[in-house]
């Protein structure tokens, strides 16, 4: 027994918002308020002819504008349209970032960050205010390093206090600058700043019991001697000391011996070691001890070490860490020497350089460990399509970063239509080449049969007898081989207004 025609008619509906092929005439109609699943589809879940973003933008609901605010699959620069839009919950979806988040996340246009960071409160009373939508920018990945040093020189003092962060990145011209800045607001925030590099300051500040604060200042600021004497008796903060960048060089002797071996492998990461006592690590009866001081001999810099930090606390390559702009990272002919040496830790690091040149690239494609070839396929821009597609079969948690990727192969992969894993059965399903995959229309999986009935290569007639089965509707609704006349006599059946 079929369905009632109004279920059929809300899967047409939802289908034709993703089809891909359905024109802007089609997709406007779809910015009807009483369709607000199908519109939500359109605005949040794909990306529109710029005449649907025209729309989107000025439609007279928030609720749609709100939506498209946080569609990851349209420019930032459209978003950023809606920067000074009248309802304070638009602009949060804008400072918030896409959702859900990409893996690699566009900036916003400078701009619209310099509106967002400058903006006052005032017209909503009761909603969000604008230092609430500011620290939904600040989280949301979309300030890119560069940004932060444009706005050193700008003439809004607030941009200049944003830019002093992070205080430890910046020169010492740059520093001085913030801490004779003609406004008092920017000394003081320079001054508080500059407070992290006095030892006495932090002794004064540091928490008696353990939290957030106590670690972030054990980790990252000046330290007294009294302070540092005190962690070194103290095994819950000695991890801490050894990785911090004040820490005195008198002190890495007793750490390097700390029977801890989480400690010991923090110094033997460290770029100011002493060659005497590198080579102590070098032979320490801990593997990963040893390891973390072999793979880089002296001298190294604190970006190198910190690069090769990130892979020896790397597991198999489920990391969703945003793929950011640096504030400072090895140069390349550092990765170009990662990527021939014997060390599979720095041959993992050099397959995240996304500049590294393209002989290279094919050199790691072809490395026997896993581990490396799926970082390439997820970092650099020129891996081959064969590893991208192996990373994506092999490693789920990469998926909806791959799938934003044109060098994800979507051809060819009739090999993959009995794969066991529903999103790579949907993934071939779609596949444009070869033939209709009609085995897969009563996969137990609704993605998997929506992806199949989706696909260009059905005939006409199929498709409609798709249309007619709420298996299938949905899917064939989204078929990009549906004419666009065909298109609004669903919409015109689900009584859409034109």
Not at 62 to 79: G, I, L, W
Not at 423 to 434: F, K, S
Not at 450 to 469: G, H, I, K, V, Y
Request: glycine share 4%; with cysteine; aromatic share 4%.
């Amino acid at each position: 027994m079929p369905d009632s025609p109004s279920v059929l008619e809300d899967l047409w509906l939802r289908g034709v918002a993703a089809n891909t092929g359905a024109p802007a005439g089609v997709l406007l109609r779809l910015l009807d308020p009483d369709v607000c699943e199908a519109w939500r589809i359109l605005c949040e879940q794909r990306s529109l002819p710029q005449e649907v973003m025209d729309a989107a933008v000025a439609h007279p609901d928030a609720k749609v504008r709100r939506s498209f605010a946080r569609n990851p699959h349209v420019p930032a620069s459209q978003r950023a349209r809606l920067v000074d839009d009248p309802h304070s919950f638009v602009r949060a979806r804008v400072a918030s970032g896409p959702h859900p988040r990409p893996r690699q996340p566009q900036p916003l246009p400078d701009e619209a960050l310099v509106f967002l960071l400058t903006a006052e409160d005032g017209g909503e009373s009761g909603l969000l205010t604008a230092g609430e939508i500011t620290q939904e920018l600040v989280s949301s990945y979309q300030i890119p390093a560069s940004f932060r040093l444009r706005m050193l020189g700008h003439e809004h003092p607030a941009l200049r206090i944003f830019a002093s962060h992070p205080w430890s990145w910046l020169t010492p011209e740059q520093r001085t600058a913030l801490l004779t800045d003609p406004h008092p607001d920017v000394r003081a925030s320079a001054g508080r700043s500059a407070r992290t590099e006095d030892p006495a300051a932090m002794e004064a500040e540091l928490p008696e019991h353990a939290c957030h604060h106590r670690w972030m200042i054990l980790t990252n600021y000046a330290l007294s001697d009294a302070v540092v004497e005190a962690c070194l008796a103290d095994p819950e903060c000695r991890w801490s000391l050894a990785g911090n960048p004040y820490t005195p060089r008198h002190a890495f002797a007793r750490l390097a011996r700390d029977e801890d071996p989480k400690v010991r492998e923090r110094v033997a990461g460290r770029a100011d070691l002493d060659p005497a006592l590198w080579a102590e690590l070098a032979e320490d009866p801990d593997e990963r001890v040893r390891t973390r001081a072999r793979v880089q001999p002296l001298p190294r810099t604190t970006a190198q070490c910190e690069a090769v930090d990130h892979e020896m606390g790397q597991g198999p390559y489920d990391c969703w860490c945003p793929i950011l702009e640096p504030y400072e990272e090895p140069d390349l002919d550092w990765y170009r020497a990662c990527a021939v040496s014997e060390e599979v830790v720095l041959r993992r690091a050099a397959a995240r350089c996304a500049t590294l040149p393209a002989d290279l690239v094919l050199r790691l494609a072809r490395d026997p460990d896993e581990e490396v070839r799926h970082r390439l396929a997820s970092w650099h821009p020129l891996a081959p399509a064969a590893i991208v597609l192996a990373a994506f079969v092999a490693r789920p948690a990469q998926r909806p970063h791959l799938l934003t990727q044109s060098r994800l192969p979507r051809t060819g992969l009739a090999h993959l239509l009995g794969h066991e894993d529903p999103e790579v059965r949907a993934l071939a399903a779609a596949d444009p080449t070869g033939r209709a995959p009609v085995a897969l229309l009563t996969d137990p999986d609704a993605h998997v049969r929506r992806a199949a009935a989706a696909n260009p290569l059905f005939s006409a007639d199929t498709l409609e007898t798709l249309l007619r089965d709420p298996a299938t509707a949905e899917g064939a609704a989204a078929n990009p081989g549906l004419p666009a006349v065909r298109l609004h006599a669903l919409l015109d059946s689900a009584r859409l207004p034109r």
